[in-house]
């Protein structure tokens, strides 16, 4: 019985994956691109792809941002809440590289120093076409995370 309910659980979630969006600290260009992907014009709900504001209802973490040392602990909490199987995109060249922000005293990322990033989606900022290819790619990624 659980065995059934749980495939049913997984087929339907990876019918429709739900995502979580967070700035670890920024000039907030990545955001305001991946906010457009959320919009009528890109609209990354025909993917089946919804956002979420609560890490325990969501599949995908997409990051953006250098990591301020504020954001570091919250970061972490948020990607320990995610059920699993569970992916994680870095957007943008300051959760890559720290990029602008490197020599800043306050930063501690990249984001793949503090936790596991499956996809990386590199400009500054990315174009929403970019961030729904590495969507995409991410998905079938997570997808082959799945047991059953
Ligand atoms: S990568 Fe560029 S656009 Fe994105 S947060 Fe950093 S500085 Fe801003």
Redesign the pocket.
Known sequence: MVNIFSKILNLSRKKSPWILHYDTG?????DIEILATLTPMYDVERFGIVEKGNPRHSDILIV??AVTIKSKSRLKKIYDQMPNPKAVIAV???GITK??FKDAYNVCGPIDKIIPVDMYVPG??PKPEAIIDGVIKTISIWEKKFKD
């Not at 920024?26 to 990545?30: D, V």
């Open positions: 920024g000039c907030n260009g990545c953006t941002g943008g060249s300051c990029g602008i500054c900022p």
